[in-house]
């Protein structure tokens, strides 16, 4: 079972972008759906994105949220999970957690303020 640990958090201003990474310790290469969650104080932890592979095809689902303005990718060769988010609002504010199979990360903090 692979380890995952987030990185990219940080805080921006409204508008701006982020890209989050989310490193497995092992190959990712069996693992066909990884996701990006993330959790608001006071607030339930909520799906964000998931990438899914079917039959050797890559497929995106988001949060109404989040489209248009995410962009979940992975790079399989390099054990890694993306999150690229821009057009970011305060609402936005949240740690940010991987998903692989039943692994969560440890969270990275995002927070969205001028």
């Known amino acids: 079972q692979v380890q995952l640990v987030e990185s990219g958090g940080g805080l921006v201003q409204p508008g701006g972008s982020l890209r989050l990474s989310c490193a497995a310790s092992?190959?990712?290469?069996?693992?066909?759906?990884m996701s990006w969650y993330r959790q608001a104080p006071g607030k339930e932890r909520e799906l964000v994105a998931t990438?899914?592979?079917?039959?050797?095809?890559?497929?995106?689902e988001y949060a109404d949220s989040a489209k248009g303005r995410f962009a979940i990718s992975r790079d399989t060769a390099k054990s890694l999970l993306y999150l690229q988010m821009n057009n970011l609002k305060p609402e936005d504010t949240a740690v940010y957690y991987c998903?692989?199979?039943?692994?969560w990360g440890q969270g990275t903090q995002v927070t969205v303020s001028s």
């Open positions: 092992g190959s990712i290469s069996a693992i066909n759906a």
């Open positions: 998903k692989a199979e039943n692994t």
């Open positions: 990438i899914v592979r079917t039959n050797g095809v890559y497929y995106a």
